[in-house]
């Protein structure tokens, strides 16, 4: 019988509602929960795919020790004792916990629990470090609390909207289409883009600043100055609820306008305009994301934008407030629980003597950690000079994320016992691990997650747990009765640690704490179950409602007021001779963190299939860098090699990498092991996006394109980047010298018994060479070798694995690289959500649609999440002005 099990999305911290319906034969298939507050039935592109990444292949089903299979007894009984004995021997600050916005609240509430309640250290930390502490640092400054004031809805309410460090359109697509729609049914409102790159985000916008990487301080310093010498301070407001407002004026009464300017690299018309929009435009909303957060002053950023909204009076209040977009699925409900080295659980304080004798007696734990743990950067540079000396990793993938990610991978390596659990066997961070033991993934998990407007969600199982693969929870529950804790750690399942959760929050509370979920402190499992999404606070007896925070004041400082802090603009330039250009690291629309997940999908392959640095054409001309070549990019730190995206998107003097690929999947593309382990001194957040580098191209003799069924196999080549595609796999290629023997190099390569002879060609003159392996009427593999980036059609070519081969033309014209009359190359992905290549869309306009919405309707592109709608816009846009002329 079919089922529907109502779920939450696992990728970024919008928190969609998704419907998984299951059919009696175990087929799945995907789309958004219309009741859903959070998205009203939209999903992005990673979403819809979700069917597509479920599959058990790669994964771990069993425990492992050293490589071999062991019991779950067996494996959890030795990093008991190894936990155990390096306590006795060194301390409990020799061990540590590195956990993920990946694992469910109740799994991060267990790791918290036992490492600051029981082994009594803070040294637990999240990868949510990488993404949003600077947020937490600039609210508890701010607020007394890492509290954020606003909703979704406010998105939506507000004539005035900041994006600032936020691709929007890209990393959280579902809250981009909200804007374009509110937009679109109220003209009148207003989006201001700022970003270095004109990215997707800027086609909605009404104003695009790009300013230079690490001005916002002195952007958002400038525009207090400006609030104030244009009368437009809230007196009451600021009299009443806050403090500290002479001396954050007095800092930015030392920065001019001319000083603006010059830190921001903006035209004065442009700046003057921003600060005449803010300064007029009662309801404004400031999201911000991580081109601010992951910044060496990524704190003063918030700060300095959070002090404009407190200026103003405009913070709690429909349409009106500092917003953080988060990063991650469950990064606020790590923070929930205390998951980062310097919180305590419930939003308490670990420097706080009270909150700390509150959480042990409300554990009743033998012991709690009384000073902050060690941040990820430095927790793993612990790790390197000896002090850690044990680390259970969860759910997250160390090498490829970290900055300074070699040295990350040095200190793995010889770390004396590293435990890892994951979802899948091969990555960049299980190959070190000695004890590797299986967790269980979406679909399959059972547990809560907590999106960036603080609504906690469900994530429902409706798959069986694959082997012997167990909930995280469960794994550090073990670990705690293993230890000796079992009292404390006897969970019946999930919801018993729910209620465990929400009892600590309510606990000696009285409204002292913004983080209340009491009424659910006594929640029963057939209750759990059917719990709907709610937005916290949810104190004891009271009816859900949505929430804001802060419009009468209420602050969490003692005095209940909040705090403006005095910023002022820092340094930001890194570049030098050496290393002239700066490097901003990101993410891309259809991919996901490290890939382990997404990388599954062919579909969501088919847009971006390779690792590309984004390069401004006048830069790339003068290093002699053209369209496809390889460019090499080099720091202090390390050094990588990826494509050249020759694009004027890009501004000159910067380079645009994504951070997703690994050597799982590409050969030296790990693009954090370029970036240095530069952290904000509050947050200790790494500054990923303002790095000198060096580039150059990178010389090869030939480049190689290859598809083929079967998973290639170690492709020795000096550059190689691997993409699941449509009936198999697309693999690019370049080599630094010739191979002697083509053919045998690709039998090797693509598992292509002896017995089958290839169909080649090769042009002696061109050094062009184009060999395919044929099994019957099948296409085994396919490989094209020139001189130059190859230019055969990818996604025809890939398109040839599904398609009959009893027809020799078919077969000549696969070897020539090109379709035969009458089988249209689509072109390049555009749209991932339906496949729409961009040889349909430039079809489709020179046959009369010529808007985004005739694309749409004629092709379906960019109606499901819209994140391609910027860039079916330039084609359009590309195609009537070249008819024009």
């Not at 004065?268 to 060496?296: D, H, I, P």
Request: with cysteine; net charge negative.
């Amino acid at each position: 019988m079919e089922k529907e099990v109502r779920t939450t999305c696992p990728y970024c911290g919008v928190g969609c509602g998704v419907i998984a319906t299951v059919t009696e034969e175990g087929a799945v298939s995907i789309k958004g929960d219309p009741e859903h507050p959070s998205n009203h039935g939209r999903l992005c592109s990673k979403g819809s795919a979700l069917a597509e990444t479920i599959d058990l292949d790669g994964r771990i089903l069993h425990p492992e020790i050293g490589g071999r299979r062991a019991s779950w007894d067996e494996a959890l009984d030795l990093v008991a004792e190894r936990f155990a004995d390096t306590i006795a021997e060194h301390g409990p600050d020799s061990v540590a916990f590195y956990v993920s916005g990946q694992l469910l609240t109740e799994d991060y509430y267990v790791a918290n629990k036992l490492m600051k309640g029981f082994i009594g250290s803070a040294n637990i930390d999240t990868n949510s470090r990488l993404c949003m502490s600077s947020s937490v640092a600039g609210h508890r400054r701010a607020f007394g609390s890492d509290t954020v004031p606003g909703t979704y809805g406010d998105l939506e309410l507000a004539d005035l909207v900041i994006l600032t460090g936020s691709n929007l359109a890209w990393c959280h697509p579902v809250l981009y289409q909200r804007i374009a729609a509110a937009k679109a049914a109220r003209p009148g409102m207003k989006v201001v883009v700022i970003d270095p790159r004109r990215t997707a985000t800027v086609d909605i916008a009404d104003l695009h600043l790009a300013i230079l990487p690490d001005a916002d301080v002195a952007l958002f310093v400038g525009l207090f100055a400006h609030l104030a010498s244009q009368n437009a301070i809230d007196q009451n407001y600021v009299a009443a609820h806050t403090t500290g407002f002479a001396d954050a004026f007095a800092a930015s009464s030392d920065v001019s306008f001319a000083d603006v300017l010059a830190q921001t690299g903006l035209p004065a018309t442009q700046l003057r305009e921003f600060y005449r929009l803010f300064t007029t435009t009662e309801k404004v909303v400031t999201c911000y994301s991580q081109g601010v957060n992951q910044s060496s002053c990524g704190t003063d950023k918030v700060n300095a934008i959070i002090n404009c909204h407190l200026a103003t009076g405009r913070i709690g209040r429909p349409g009106m407030g500092p917003f953080s977009l988060t990063g991650q699925p469950n990064a606020m409900g790590g923070r929930e629980v205390g998951g980062l080295a310097n919180m305590l659980a419930a939003h308490m304080a670990i420097e706080n003597a009270a909150d700390r004798d509150r959480v042990q007696r409300f554990w009743r734990s033998p012991a709690i950690a009384r000073k902050p743990g060690l941040k990820a950067v430095d927790l793993f540079q612990a790790v390197a000079d000896g002090r850690v000396k044990a680390v259970w990793i969860m759910a997250t993938n160390p090498v490829v994320s970290m900055p300074d990610a070699d040295a990350v991978e040095a200190a793995i390596k010889a770390c004396p016992f590293i435990v890892v659990s994951d979802m899948q066997k091969e990555t960049d961070t299980t190959r070190h691990a000695d004890v590797l033991l299986p967790s269980l993934g979406w679909g399959e998990k059972d547990g809560t997650v907590t999106n960036s407007e603080r609504r906690i969600s469900r994530q429902r199982m409706f798959l069986d747990a694959p082997g012997e693969a167990r909930a995280d929870w469960w794994q550090l529950a073990e670990l705690g009765r293993r230890m000796g804790f079992a009292d404390a750690f006897s969970y019946d399942g999930s919801a018993d640690i729910f209620s465990e959760h929400a009892a600590l929050s309510a606990f000696e509370n009285a409204g002292s704490r913004d983080f209340d979920i009491g009424d659910y402190s006594e929640i029963t499992r057939e209750a759990y179950d059917r719990l709907a999404p709610f937005q916290w606070p949810q104190p004891a007896g009271q009816a859900s409602m949505e929430r804001r925070f802060f419009a009468d004041g209420g602050f969490y400082h003692a005095d209940g007021k909040a705090r403006f802090v005095a910023v002022e603009p820092a340094e930001t330039g890194r570049t030098n001779v050496d290393y002239p250009f700066t490097l901003n690291t990101g993410r891309i629309r259809d991919q996901w963190h490290t890939m382990t997940r997404t990388g599954k999908s062919a579909r969501l392959s088919s847009h971006i299939a390779e690792p590309f640095a984004e390069i401004n054409p006048r830069d790339a001309l003068e290093m002699g860098i053209g369209a496809a070549d390889l460019v090499e990019i080099e720091s202090a730190q390390g050094k990588a090699v990826v494509r050249a995206l020759v694009i004027g998107r890009q501004a000159r003097g910067g380079i645009f990498a994504p951070m997703h690929w690994n050597d799982q999947i590409a050969a030296r593309a790990r693009i954090n092991a370029v970036v240095p382990a530069i952290t904000d001194r509050f947050s200790g957040q790494p500054a990923s996006k303002n790095v000198a580098v060096s580039a150059r191209k990178f010389k090869v003799e030939q480049y190689g394109f290859a598809v083929s069924l079967a998973k290639p196999v170690n492709p020795d080549a000096a550059y190689w980047a691997l993409a699941k595609a449509e009936g198999g796999w697309r693999l690019e290629l370049a080599f630094a010298a010739p191979v002697g023997d083509w053919a045998d190099w690709c039998r090797r390569i693509f598992a292509i018994p002896d017995r089958v002879e290839p169909l080649g060609y090769a042009d002696a003159q061109t050094g062009d060479i184009r060999l395919a392996f044929f099994d019957g009427s099948r296409l085994l593999a396919a490989f094209f070798l020139a001189r130059e980036p190859v230019a055969v059609a990818r996604n025809w070519a890939i398109a040839q694995l599904g398609t009959d081969h009893a027809d020799l033309r078919r077969r000549f014209a696969l070897v020539a690289g090109r379709p035969g009359a009458g089988k249209p190359d689509p072109g390049a992905t555009v749209c991932a959500c339906f496949g729409v290549g961009v040889n349909q869309i430039v079809a489709a306009v020179g046959g009369g649609c010529h808007s985004v919405e005739a694309i749409g309707k004629a092709l379906n592109a960019g109606t499901n999440c819209g994140s391609c709608r910027a860039e079916i816009r330039g084609i359009v846009d590309g195609c009537l002005a070249d008819a024009a002329e």
